[in-house]
């Protein structure tokens, strides 16, 4: 995520201006995606140089979602931050973007219903809020059947989010966002268009988000609010993960999460492209939820360099996070100070494993 501020002082855009983000002086940051390069659910070497070409002094990094149990996983190749031997491989990566000067949180997630027999412990169904599961074929996955948790189940999730988080610091890393967002498993908690019980952990708005609280109140607890974010994104159907309300969903979080004071509140916006290739503008607007958080809010979600300094000069948000963008330009920061062409993304190589192509092959700028 690329936000106010970059490493150079001359320039005033909006997007490069300084920001204080509780403890942590920023002067950019960069979205997590997915990149499907940790094989064995494992961090590998070719990802300290990933992240450190993206990192400047004051940078702040959020690493891609990464799994905080065994039955997290619902893509091929993804890190988690489970066992000791993912906490010792996370050491050098997080090491080589604090040699830069950077921040770096890590998002810890679990997938849930997003999932196959073949990701889970002995091929068994993903668990989720819901006996429904995702359209066999939607994102090109052939999704299985997932089981509910049983309600007594539920405080070991809960503790094997405040574990992840306990193991991120071990690694080195600043914080956590936990990922409550895109349709997985804490999002199919609080959308009503997914959750089905009957349970306290279901039905009314306040019961359904009751999960996703009591994962930022045990890590709140763990490690500190000045190092937790929370990622979300009420008004998307990612995964079929849709609510009736979305904006009463947004709303109700963002004054509940005032409760922990966490770090940051991290909105994406499902923003479309028209048949102009042009960003339509949202119908609706995240004011509401921004005016009811007390910490830093960022927006993110198809955001270009106008677009960002805009949301960030007329107070819409904080910060403007990219992803896909910095993906592609691992100096943004400085082609955003110049306002410099991007090298354009290649979406086939997203989520390839080659350690190079697609991943560290990207062009600096040369000036």
């Given at each position: 995520m690329e936000a106010a501020s970059a490493a150079a002082a001359t320039t005033t855009i909006p997007l490069l201006t300084p920001y204080k983000m509780g403890p942590f002086n920023l002067s950019h940051s960069v979205d997590p995606l997915t990149r499907n390069r940790s094989y064995n659910n494992i961090p590998q070497p070719h990802t300290i140089l990933y992240y450190s070409q993206r990192t400047t002094n004051g940078g702040f990094l959020i690493a891609e979602a990464t799994g905080v149990n065994d039955t997290a996983q619902g893509y091929p190749n993804t890190p988690g931050i489970w066992t000791k031997e993912q906490v010792e491989a996370w050491k050098p990566i997080v090491d080589a973007a604090h040699e830069k000067g950077g921040i770096f949180f890590c998002q810890i997630w679990h997938c849930g219903r997003v999932s196959t027999y073949g990701f889970q412990p002995n091929g068994e169904a993903p668990i989720s809020c819901t006996s429904k599961g995702v359209t066999p074929g939607l994102g090109g996955g052939d999704w299985s059947p997932p089981r509910p948790l049983r309600t007594e189940e539920i405080p070991q999730i809960v503790n094997d989010f405040r574990l992840a988080a306990r193991n991120a610091i071990k690694a080195g890393f600043d914080g956590v966002e936990i990922h409550g967002a895109n349709g997985y498993l804490i999002d199919q908690f609080m959308?009503?268009?997914?959750?089905?019980?009957?349970?306290?952990?279901?039905?009314?708005?306040?019961?359904?988000?009751?999960?996703?609280?009591?994962?930022?109140?045990?890590?709140?607890?763990?490690?500190?609010?000045?190092?937790?974010?929370?990622?979300?994104?009420?008004?998307?159907?990612?995964?079929?993960?849709?609510?009736?309300n979305p904006e009463a969903l947004g709303l109700y979080m963002a004054k509940a999460l005032n409760k922990y004071q966490i770090l940051y509140l991290h909105i994406l916006e499902p923003r479309l492209f028209n048949a102009q290739d042009k960003l339509d503008a949202p119908p609706y607007s995240l004011l509401p939820m921004r005016k009811a958080f007390d910490g830093t809010f960022i927006a993110s979600g198809g955001y270009n360099r106008d677009d960002g300094n805009k949301a960030v000069a007329e107070n819409y948000t904080d910060l403007v996070a990219y992803g896909r963008s910095f993906l592609a330009n691992p100096d943004l920061p400085k082609r955003f100070e110049l306002n410099a062409a991007l090298n354009e993304y290649d979406r086939s190589t997203f989520y390839t494993p080659d350690p190079v192509v697609g991943y560290t092959d990207y062009p600096f700028l040369e000036v």
């Amino acid at each position: 995520m690329e936000a106010a501020s970059a490493a150079a002082a001359t320039t005033t855009i909006p997007l490069l201006t300084p920001y204080k983000m509780g403890p942590f002086n920023l002067s950019h940051s960069v979205d997590p995606l997915t990149r499907n390069r940790s094989y064995n659910n494992i961090p590998q070497p070719h990802t300290i140089l990933y992240y450190s070409q993206r990192t400047t002094n004051g940078g702040f990094l959020i690493a891609e979602a990464t799994g905080v149990n065994d039955t997290a996983q619902g893509y091929p190749n993804t890190p988690g931050i489970w066992t000791k031997e993912q906490v010792e491989a996370w050491k050098p990566i997080v090491d080589a973007a604090h040699e830069k000067g950077g921040i770096f949180f890590c998002q810890i997630w679990h997938c849930g219903r997003v999932s196959t027999y073949g990701f889970q412990p002995n091929g068994e169904a993903p668990i989720s809020c819901t006996s429904k599961g995702v359209t066999p074929g939607l994102g090109g996955g052939d999704w299985s059947p997932p089981r509910p948790l049983r309600t007594e189940e539920i405080p070991q999730i809960v503790n094997d989010f405040r574990l992840a988080a306990r193991n991120a610091i071990k690694a080195g890393f600043d914080g956590v966002e936990i990922h409550g967002a895109n349709g997985y498993l804490i999002d199919q908690f609080m959308k009503d268009q997914v959750n089905d019980r009957t349970d306290e952990y279901g039905g009314s708005l306040e019961n359904r988000c009751r999960f996703a609280l009591e994962i930022v109140e045990a890590v709140v607890n763990e490690i500190g609010a000045e190092r937790v974010g929370i990622r979300l994104s009420p008004h998307a159907n990612y995964m079929e993960a849709q609510d009736s309300n979305p904006e009463a969903l947004g709303l109700y979080m963002a004054k509940a999460l005032n409760k922990y004071q966490i770090l940051y509140l991290h909105i994406l916006e499902p923003r479309l492209f028209n048949a102009q290739d042009k960003l339509d503008a949202p119908p609706y607007s995240l004011l509401p939820m921004r005016k009811a958080f007390d910490g830093t809010f960022i927006a993110s979600g198809g955001y270009n360099r106008d677009d960002g300094n805009k949301a960030v000069a007329e107070n819409y948000t904080d910060l403007v996070a990219y992803g896909r963008s910095f993906l592609a330009n691992p100096d943004l920061p400085k082609r955003f100070e110049l306002n410099a062409a991007l090298n354009e993304y290649d979406r086939s190589t997203f989520y390839t494993p080659d350690p190079v192509v697609g991943y560290t092959d990207y062009p600096f700028l040369e000036v």
